[in-house]
């Protein structure tokens, strides 16, 4: 089994839609990350979390909300899609460590979101 | 704050040639950086990531990469390309936020897709 899964794997929606993207771990990581990804602009951050009571916003947090239900679950919300929300997601865990930036971050397999 | 720039959003190699990868990085502090594949429908996998010491990093499946603060680049190599390299590589950095505090955030190039030719 995957240590980071996302459900689901695809969707199609209509404008208008909410619409709840989830990510469980199993790595036992305190750290959870969301990211979309778009052609030819790399991934970018939407909002990331260091335990179930802090949640941050990232660069691109307009129009989403996230929702730490506990340790091993992290899941993004978007309350009414629009287009420009068609993208590819990323969930990812990373670990805490005394120096929290060098620890590379595990990602599940993307969930590919697609809003007519 | 920190931003990298990944040269050649798409780069065609032979099987067997060299395989060059290239990242520049801005931060203003000493940053930690990271490569990244994506193969097809899947997630982003840890290739190598430069912390501190060694600025020659050896990473999975025969790719390097190394560290020059003076031209602030984070190059990925491989010395012979072979097909199942075909995917997308994302150079990242980690760095601190404008208040300085680490939070192990990562900031991604655009990536590069890598086609490998017979």
């Known amino acids: 089994d995957a240590d980071v899964t996302q459900t689901p794997r695809n969707r199609i929606t209509k404008t208008g839609k909410r619409i709840m993207l989830e990510c469980s771990q199993t790595k036992g990581h305190d750290r959870m990350y969301w990211y979309r990804q778009d052609p030819g602009l790399g991934l970018r951050l939407i909002y990331y979390?260091?335990?179930?009571?802090?949640?941050n916003k990232g660069e691109i947090s307009d129009g989403y909300s996230v929702s730490r239900q506990a340790q091993a679950k992290f899941s993004l919300s978007l309350e009414s899609a629009i287009p420009n929300q068609t993208a590819l997601y990323f969930c990812?865990?990373?670990?805490?460590?005394?120096?929290?930036?060098?620890?590379?971050?595990?990602f599940g397999d993307g969930t590919r979101l697609s809003i007519l | 704050a920190q931003s990298v720039t990944q040269l050649g959003s798409h780069v065609s190699v032979s099987e067997g040639a060299l395989v060059l990868l290239r990242c520049n990085y801005s931060?203003?502090?000493?940053?930690?950086l990271f490569w990244y594949v994506q193969y097809p429908n899947q997630g982003l996998q840890l290739l190598l990531k430069y912390t501190t010491g060694a600025t020659l990093v050896k990473g999975i499946n025969g790719f390097e990469a190394e560290f020059k603060k003076s031209e602030t680049s984070f190059h990925l190599t491989k010395p012979s390309a072979h097909m199942s390299d075909a995917a997308e590589y994302f150079c990242?950095?980690?760095?601190?936020?404008?208040?300085?505090?680490?939070?192990?955030?990562?900031?991604f190039g655009q990536g590069t897709i890598l086609t490998v030719h017979p």
């Open positions: 931060s203003s502090v000493p940053p930690y």
């Open positions: 979390s260091f335990d179930v009571k802090d949640i």
């Open positions: 990242a950095v980690s760095g601190v936020d404008a208040g300085g505090t680490s939070y192990g955030k990562l900031t």
């Open positions: 990812a865990t990373s670990d805490r460590t005394r120096d929290w930036s060098n620890q590379p971050q595990h």
